[in-house]
């Protein structure tokens, strides 16, 4: 085998060829001549000797965990930011439509009687800073208060009033429902459910109600209520709180609507960053995209059917909303995420931008932030974070995706469910006559 390097000025080029004169194998690379490197060697270099043959297992392990922690997240990562809603085709610098600021517009609170939205961002703020300053040091990503929660227009006065942080009294099942394709990344994400685990020693019972990660809002509708029908006997009368992120909240939302039973037990509903109004990138996305995410490693969903792109189409999740009235009985509660632009992690940058120019720059990368408002809901938080740091830990289990595409993924999570569930307990206690 002959093997030659062909100086170029300014570029080098490898070229390889077995001999015999026949290609068998041929690599080729042609670029502009580099610097030397860290340790000391060009392009150019001669043969190596290999001196510490002593570090060979050492040397093994260490390209064992590359391979394992970052050349197979790499898909999945690929994935991640540009499949999963994450599908502006151009990623080009644009100008948004609507420029970031920190103006509530064209949200209004006014009355709730009148359908209006209720404004609960004060003594939400007021739990949220007690049960931070009290613990938040001890749990993972803390924040402090005031870069944690934006201030989008003009935020009512505190209370004043004392925040209890006893264990709680109420005896809420909490049922977490999560966003499009979660099944198809869960095994990979491996992450230990540390805010549920974290509010249980606070009182509050939280579980995972999954649905369909690619399927339509309508068949994610069944298997809520399938779900709830199937509890078992000790906690089929306990009264529920439902949470939805992404796509789970209009999952939730249809599934009130179509199985009336379900609204019985249901006492709040809470749109956590969640798709209420659907998403501009839905209109020209594919769901043949989506389909992709069935072949991950240790993926467990499937297309079902193949409805979560339609579901999330603006005209769909609208007219939907303008045709169905919400059950009355329950209260309904939004938790909006409004990052500050250098809290948008790399990877959601390009949809971040696109959506900013479809729609408005106050977006999540996902989700404009009044398309995350339940219609009369309590207006809880405006969280500083992107769509998936308000509920998906990446970057605490894969270092390589905290250096790269989930780069700002850091976020109380902890500290939010638990101030957001005193914050309800508080709020329903004063129906309790």
């Known amino acids: 085998m002959a093997s030659r390097l062909v100086k170029i000025n300014p570029r080098v080029t490898f070229v390889r060829v077995f001999e015999d004169d026949k290609a068998v194998e041929h690599w080729d690379n042609n670029q502009t001549k580099q610097p030397p490197n860290p340790s000391g060697h060009d392009m150019l270099d001669d043969e190596t000797t290999i001196t ?12 064992r965990k590359f391979a394992t922690r970052v ?3 790499s898909p999945i990562a690929v994935l991640l930011s540009g499949i999963v809603l994450v599908l502006s085709q151009s990623a080009c610098v644009s100008t948004p439509s609507v420029p970031y600021s920190q103006e509530l517009a064209p949200l209004v609170i006014g009355d709730p009687d009148n359908g209006d939205l209720h404004d609960g961002r004060a003594r939400f703020r007021e739990i949220f800073c007690a049960v931070n300053a009290d613990h938040g040091k001890d749990l993972p990503d803390y924040r402090p208060c005031n870069e944690t929660l934006v201030e989008v227009g003009v935020e009512p ?3 004043g009033l004392p925040v209890p942080l006893s264990h709680s009294k109420a005896d809420y099942l909490v049922l977490l429902v999560p966003g499009l394709g979660y099944p198809c ?5 491996d992450h230990d459910f540390s805010a549920p685990k974290h509010v249980a020693e606070h009182g509050y019972q939280v579980e995972l109600l999954e649905v369909g990660g690619l399927a339509s809002t309508t068949a994610n509708a069944q298997q809520i209520r399938n779900f709830i ?8 009368d306990r009264q529920l709180i439902l949470i939805g992120h992404s796509k789970g909240a209009p999952d939730i939302l249809e599934a009130l609507v179509l199985y009336p039973k379900v609204t019985e037990k249901v006492v709040a509903v809470v749109s956590y960053a969640g798709a209420v109004g659907g ?3 839905a209109n020209d996305a594919r769901q043949s995209y989506l389909k992709l995410m069935t072949k991950l490693p240790r993926s467990e969903c499937d297309e079902e059917d193949g409805g979560a792109l339609q579901s999330l189409k603006p005209a769909v999740r609208r007219t939907w909303l303008e045709r169905n009235e919400l059950p009355q009985n329950i209260r309904y509660y939004s938790v909006v995420a409004f990052p500050e632009p250098g809290r948008i992690s790399r990877g959601l940058k390009p949809s971040w931008r696109k959506l900013g120019e479809l729609a408005d720059a106050r977006n999540d990368s996902q989700l404009v932030f009044y398309d995350q408002v339940i219609p009369g809901s309590s207006i809880v938080a405006f969280a500083n974070a992107d769509h998936w740091a308000m509920a998906v830990p990446v970057a605490r289990q894969h270092r390589f995706a905290s250096l790269t595409f989930a780069s700002h993924n850091d976020f109380p999570r902890e500290v939010m469910l638990e101030a957001l569930l005193r914050f309800i307990e508080a709020d329903l206690s004063e129906l309790d006559p």
């Open 229 to 236: 029908r199937a509890l078992p006997a000790d906690e089929a």
């Open 52 to 63: 510490d043959i002593d570090k060979t297992e050492v040397n093994r392990e260490f390209v």
């Open 157 to 159: 006065p505190p209370s």
């Open 279 to 281: 998403s501009p990138l």
């Open 71 to 73: 050349l197979r997240a």
């Open 185 to 189: 990344i869960k095994a990979w994400l």
